[in-house]
């Protein structure tokens, strides 16, 4: 498979001021030959690493259509290490299919999802766990994500891994040799090897725990704005947005279904719903927007239970305290512009020890505090370790070796031979060689190249 040459249009579908057909593979460098005619007569060869400009034809008719730089990486320089081709051209769809169609009639054939970078791992330029980053930085949110997957592509989590893997398999060797060559008069003690794996285990669990925040920061952090109709949700809604995406009535009612947006907080990617407010109602289209909502809450990171300042407080929201009280909650006292008529002392006692506060959605007033509040309560404890952890796969397969390395830990303890203990401990390293990729499974590679975009 690896001896075709693949093309593919590797900027978004689209019109833009730029777009860019990238080709990998043994006829890469002849397609463009027959393709494009440098702008400069004199050049006969395309040179490495250079942006030539010249003008991209139909060879059949020797026609130009399109004016582009072609930048030929000869193998192994390249992304993939196999000669690769960069047409950049106009962002303009029919020329880059013509661009497209004419490679295939010259030998290439359509990348799939991912395929670029799976070349780059087979040929062993990046590993696996850079190969996700790749993935994971193009689809970031926020900086503070993309900084993550940036540090990844540059070997940081593998070299970790790396590093664990030698340790285990090394003391491995050690035992087996001392098992074989017992004349030799090597000795670890068995308390040894436990201090040994143990000192690996204290860096697997701190990555396994730095999944939870590093989920929240891939995924965004689920947020439910909740109270009863007419307190504001929907004006809190667009105003922590900064648009009117809600429709704000003096009606209650007004929200039948939910609505769903992202903002970002202080690096952190937040997925803000407004919902319709969980009332009995008996009309069939709230009722059902109420369960929706209900069931927003059950999946939510965090819960903002609104009040309304300027009305009397109602056993409705006494209800809610209840329904939400398990929650990760901040309580928000909304419409301070107007007078008081809420008793807001029953509440806090209610309320006692969850964090609250009284803002203003129409005026806008505390919502930069609010924004605070929600940056600190809504997310997981941000884990000390350096690296953190964004793909599931690569968690499962972490608990995996921690599994395998609890267990050789105790059967050393428990004293068994040490062949028991070194079945155990191999497999944690073979966990560690599949989170690398240095240990290949075809369907997890499907699996993750699959979720990439076609061109990269
Ligand atoms: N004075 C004042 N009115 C507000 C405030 N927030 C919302 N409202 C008004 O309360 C009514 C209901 O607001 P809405 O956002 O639709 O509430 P929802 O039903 O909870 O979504 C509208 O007339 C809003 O203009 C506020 O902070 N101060
Ligand atoms: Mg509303």
Redesign the pocket.
Same mark, same amino acid.
């Given at each position: 498979m690896i001896e075709e040459t693949i093309i593919a249009l590797s900027t978004p579908p689209g019109r833009g001021g730029l777009g860019i057909v990238r080709l990998s593979g043994k006829k890469a460098y002849s397609i463009a030959k027959k393709i494009f005619k440098p702008k400069n007569n004199s050049l006969k060869e395309i040179p490495p690493r250079c942006p030539v400009l010249g003008r991209i034809i139909n060879p059949e008719n020797g026609e130009p259509f399109e004016e582009a730089f072609v930048t030929y990486f000869p193998a192994p320089n390249s992304y993939t290490r196999e000669d690769v081709i960069e047409i950049s051209c106009h962002g303009s769809p029919v020329v880059l299919e013509e661009i497209i169609k004419l490679g295939i009639k010259y030998g290439a054939r359509l990348a799939k999802p991912g395929e670029f970078t799976l070349r780059a791992y087979l040929n062993g330029r990046i590993d696996l766990i850079q190969a996700e980053a790749v993935n994971d930085l193009i689809n970031a949110w926020t900086m503070d994500q993309a900084k993550i997957s940036f540090s990844q592509l540059e070997g940081n989590l593998s070299k970790k891994i790396n590093n664990l893997r030698e340790k285990l398999i090394t003391l491995l060797s050690n035992i087996e040799a001392i098992i074989e060559f017992p004349e030799e008069g090597v000795e670890i003690s068995r308390s040894e090897i436990n201090q040994e794996i143990k000192n690996i285990m204290k860096f697997i669990q701190p990555l396994i725990e730095s999944f939870d925040y590093g989920v929240k920061l891939k995924e965004g952090v689920k947020v439910v704005i909740t109270?009863?109709?007419?307190?504001? *949700?929907?004006? =809190?809604f667009n105003a922590l947005l900064q648009r009117e995406r809600?429709?704000?009535?003096?009606y209650?009612?007004?929200?039948r279904d939910y609505l769903q947006e992202r903002i970002t907080i202080d690096g952190i990617s937040f997925i803000l719903f407004?919902t319709a407010?969980i009332e009995d109602s008996t009309h069939p289209i709230e009722v059902e927007g109420i369960q929706r909502g209900r069931r927003l809450i059950d999946e939510a990171d965090g819960v903002l239970l609104?009040f309304d300042l300027?009305e009397k407080e109602s056993e409705e929201d006494f209800q809610l305290i209840e329904k939400v009280r398990d929650k990760n909650v901040i309580f928000v006292f909304? *419409?301070?512009? =107007?007078p008081v008529k809420i008793d807001k002392e029953i509440i806090l006692k209610k309320i006692n020890g969850y964090p609250w506060l009284e803002?203003?959605?129409?005026?806008e007033r505390n919502l930069e505090k609010l924004k605070k509040l929600i940056r600190k309560i809504f997310i997981p404890d941000e884990k000390k370790t350096e690296e953190i952890i964004l793909s599931l796969r690569q968690k499962i397969l972490l608990e995996k070796v921690k599994e395998s390395l609890v267990g050789a830990s105790k059967l050393l303890e428990e004293g068994y031979s040490e062949e028991y203990f070194m079945e155990e401990a191999r497999k944690a390293a073979d966990y560690l060689g599949e989170l690398t990729g240095k240990i290949k499974i075809d369907e997890i590679l499907n699996e993750i190249f699959n979720n990439f975009c076609i061109g990269k």
């Open positions: 109270g009863k109709p007419n307190v504001g *949700k929907s004006s =809190l809600a429709i704000v009535t003096p209650p009612g007004t929200t407004d407010g609104l300027s909304n *419409k301070m512009d =107007l803002i203003s959605a129409k005026e």
